[in-house]
């Protein structure tokens, strides 16, 4: 059975870093992709950094760009998104989902993922 597990949500104050952890399970993740994403309240599911299975190719969504960075360890079987200076407007439900084929051009669209986590909820209050 294929799966992924987030880890490493919290509360931090505004300014803050979190690392989130995706452990992949059933299935090596070398040959995924990986994609974060994110709901708050109220809001749509959006798309906030995504890593491809080959070459490494990145994406960051504008509003994280330059504060969020992804990776992972394939030993590990783990994706990581580093958080730094984290604001209020990040709070959400954060996901880990990955998918075995797609295109670059879609790489961080949601609906191209088929095997999803429960998710880490991320909170940043003072």
């Known amino acids: 059975q294929l799966q992924v597990v987030e880890s490493g949500g919290g509360l931090v104050q505004p300014g803050g870093s979190l690392r989130l952890s995706c452990a992949a399970s059933?299935?090596?993740?070398?040959?995924?992709?990986i994609g974060w994403f994110r709901q708050a309240p109220g809001k749509e599911r959006e798309g906030v950094s995504c890593?491809?299975?080959?070459?490494?190719?990145?994406y960051y969504a504008d509003s994280v760009e330059g504060r969020f960075t992804i990776s992972r360890d394939n030993a590990k079987n783990t994706v990581y998104l580093q958080m730094n200076s984290l604001k209020p407007e990040d709070t959400a439900v954060y996901y880990c989902?990955?998918?075995?084929?797609?295109?670059?051009?879609?790489?961080?669209?949601?609906?191209?993922?088929?095997?999803w986590g429960q998710g880490t909820q991320v909170t940043v209050s003072s």
């Open positions: 059933g299935f090596t993740l070398d040959y995924y992709a």
């Open positions: 989902a990955a998918r075995a084929r797609g295109s670059v051009i879609t790489l961080c669209t949601s609906s191209t993922y088929d095997v």
């Open positions: 890593i491809s299975s080959s070459h490494g190719s990145t």
